[in-house]
C-alpha cells in the first residue's frame, strides 16, 4: 500500500541558512489492511512523515509510493488521486471544524468537493451513514461543534476523512487531545473501521502505551530517523533500542498504586537541537550505554529477528551482526513475508 524509501526532508533555517533535516533517511512499508505506529518524542520528525505521505509537504528527496503511484517531485495538479486514496485525521479535530457549520453540513461539505453525492436526498442519507460507522446517531448532524465533546468531534473528524471513501487513514496524535476512557473508544472505533472498510492507517502518537494497543507493527523515530521498527509484540514487549527502552520506561502504569511506588523514569537529558544533531549516532548524548563508536558513526538499520530492525552497534553486535561495513539510513535486508508477520489480539 505504501512504500517509503530513503525520504529526506529539510527546511531551511534563517540564521545559520543551513538546513534542519526534520526526516533524514526513512524507509518503511505500510502493506494493505496493516496500522503502522510512528512513535517519539515531539520534534523527532514523525509528524512531519505524516505530512509528506499526503503530501501536505513535498519531499526534498527520496521516494515515497502510494498505492502504486509516486508522490515526491510530483505536481499538485497531478494528485487529484491521492485526496481520494488518502485522508489525514488531525489531533484536534475542534480546530479543523468550522464553528459555524452543523456537523451535518461539515460532513456534506467533504461529498461536494469531492463529487461523492448528488445533493438533496442521497446526501443526507449518506451523512447519516457516515454518523452511523462511527458511532454517532443522525441527530448529530444538527449540531455545532461547541455542543460536541472532544471524543464526539474526533468521531465526525474521522467522518469527514471517510467520506471521500480513502483506502488509508494517517492519523496525527488523534488521542492526545481526549481523556484516557475517550481515547479507548476511538481507539476500538478504529480497530472496528479498519476491519469493516478494509483500511490501512498510518498512526503517529508520542505515547508508545498507546500504539501498542492498536498497531500492527511500530516505527520508533528519533531526531529525523527510524533506530527501531518491527512488529508491536516485539517493540511494545522486547525492545531492542536504549531509545525504545527509555520510552517505555516512561510510560505510566495503568495501576495507580504500582505507577505511584515506582520512580518516574523519563527519557534521561534533553532533545538535541534538531538543526544541529549529533555525530554518530543521534541518541549518543542521551544513551547509558554509549561508546566510542557511537559518537563516530551513524548506526545503520539492521535486521536482528523475523521483521525486526534496530540501528544501535551495541545491540547489533550483542546480536552477533557486525556494522562497520554496512551503510546508515538504509534497510540492508528485505521486508519479510507480511504474512508471516504476528497478528494483533
Ligand atoms: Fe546507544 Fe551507541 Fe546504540 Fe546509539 S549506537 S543507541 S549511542 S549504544
Redesign the pocket.
Known amino acids: 500500500m505504501l512504500r517509503l524509501t530513503d525520504v529526506r526532508k529539510g527546511f531551511p533555517v534563517r540564521s545559520t541558512g543551513e538546513e534542519l533535516w526534520a526526516v533524514d533517511g526513512v524507509s518503511f512499508e505500510v502493506e494493505r489492511g496493516e496500522i503502522l505506529g510512528i512513535v517519539g518524542e515531539s520534534g523527532c520528525g514523525k509528524s512531519t512523515t505524516a505530512k509528506l505521505i499526503v503530501r501536505l509537504e513535498d519531499a526534498s528527496s527520496g521516494s515515497i509510493h502510494l498505492a502504486g503511484n509516486e508522490l515526491v517531485g510530483v505536481s499538485d495538479r497531478d494528485l487529484g488521486w491521492l485526496r481520494r486514496t488518502a485522508q489525514l485525521v488531525f489531533q484536534d479535530p475542534y480546530a479543523s471544524l468550522n464553528p459555524r457549520l452543523r456537523v451535518g453540513a461539515a460532513i456534506a461539505e467533504v461529498l461536494r468537493v469531492h463529487e461523492r453525492t448528488q445533493r438533496g436526498k442521497e446526501e443526507r442519507d449518506r451523512v447519516n451513514e457516515l454518523l452511523g460507522l462511527v458511532g454517532l446517531s443522525a441527530d448529530f448532524a444538527s449540531r455545532y461543534p461547541h455542543e460536541l465533546s472532544g471524543g464526539q468531534r474526533q468521531r465526525v473528524g474521522i467522518a469527514r476523512a471517510l467520506a471521500v471513501e480513502p483506502e488509508l487513514l494517517v492519523l496525527d496524535e488523534p488521542l492526545s487531545a481526549l481523556d484516557v476512557s475517550v481515547q479507548a473508544e476511538i481507539v476500538n472505533l478504529l480497530k472496528r473501521l479498519r476491519t469493516e472498510l478494509g483500511l490501512t492507517y498510518v498512526f503517529i502518537s508520542h505515547d508508545l502505551g498507546m500504539v501498542r494497543h492498536l498497531c500492527d507493527r511500530i516505527a520508533v523515530m528519533y531526531l529525523g530517523q527510524i533506530v527501531e521498527i518491527g512488529p508491536w509484540s516485539q517493540v511494545a514487549d522486547a525492545a531492542l533500542?536504549?531509545?525504545t527502552q527509555a520510552l517505555h520506561a516512561a510510560v505510566p502504569l495503568p495501576d495507580p498504586e504500582l505507577e505511584a511506588s515506582r520512580e518516574s523514569r523519563p527519557v534521561p537529558g534533553e532533545l538535541p537541537d534538531p538543526a544541529n544533531p549529533p555525530p554518530g549516532?543521534r541518541?549518543?548524548t542521551r544513551?547509558p550505554?554509549?561508546?566510542d563508536v557511537?559518537r563516530r558513526d551513524d548506526?545503520p538499520l539492521v535486521r536482528l529477528g523475523t521483521d525486526h530492525d534496530v540501528a544501535?552497534?551495541?545491540?547489533a553486535r550483542e546480536h552477533g551482526v557486525c556494522t562497520d561495513d554496512l551503510t546508515a539510513g538504509g534497510h540492508p535486508n528485505q521486508p519479510d513475508d507480511p504474512s508471516e508477520r504476528a497478528e494483533h489480539p
Do not use: K, N, S
Not at 312 to 315: I, K, L, W
Open positions: 533500542h536504549p531509545y549516532c541518541f549518543h544513551c550505554l554509549a561508546e557511537c548506526p544501535c552497534h551495541v545491540v
